[in-house]
């Protein structure tokens, strides 16, 4: 079973997945995976960094279950990360998940924020020009009929956001 992560830039996904990733370390079911992505690395995040070069060999090559680009970087996870648990854990585009939904067993959850909290959390990053922001938040990908979802809105206490999160992994 797939558990795809989903939700706007600033939603606080990762942070909610680094917590998650520690409560459910002595889990042996679940797995989390780590995506490829071509940009330089992150604190927050738990991705393998490559090169646009080394992606398109990995694409290419069929190494990726999964992968798509957005805000002009690729992303993609690879098929050794889909193994070795019942629940493998993804964060992951919305724009895939009908394609996701028509080769795996699936359950996604979209993890979002008010714009007026994504508008804050994205400038504090420090990553992306106002301009970029303004993308981001009037960027608009719906979650195709039919594909159940649960949503957790992260506008308050991390804990509690987590805690949903982690209930609706293990669920």
Avoid at 101 to 129: D, H, Y
Avoid at 137 to 155: F, H, K, M, S
Wanted: charged residues 25%.
């Amino acid at each position: 079973m797939l558990v795809l992560i989903v939700g706007p830039s600033g939603a606080g996904k990762d942070t909610l997945l680094n917590v998650a990733r520690v409560r459910l370390a002595g889990d042996p079911r679940v797995r989390f995976a780590r995506r490829d992505v071509t940009r330089p690395p992150s604190a927050e995040e738990d991705n393998r960094c490559v090169s646009v070069a080394e992606f398109t060999a990995i694409r290419d090559a069929v190494g990726y279950a999964l992968w798509w680009e957005a805000h002009g970087l690729a992303y993609g996870i690879r098929n050794s990360e889909l193994v070795g648990a019942d629940v493998v854990v993804c964060s992951v585009s919305r724009a895939i998940l009908a394609d996701v939904a028509a080769r795996f067993r699936m359950k996604v959850v979209e993890i979002t924020a008010s714009p007026e909290v994504l508008a804050v959390r994205l400038a504090g990053r420090g990553r992306e020009s106002a301009e970029d922001i303004a993308a981001r938040l009037a960027r608009q990908v719906p979650i195709p009929e039919g594909i159940e979802t649960v949503r957790i809105v992260n506008d308050g206490a991390i804990e509690d956001a987590a805690e949903a999160l982690v209930r609706a992994i293990i669920s």
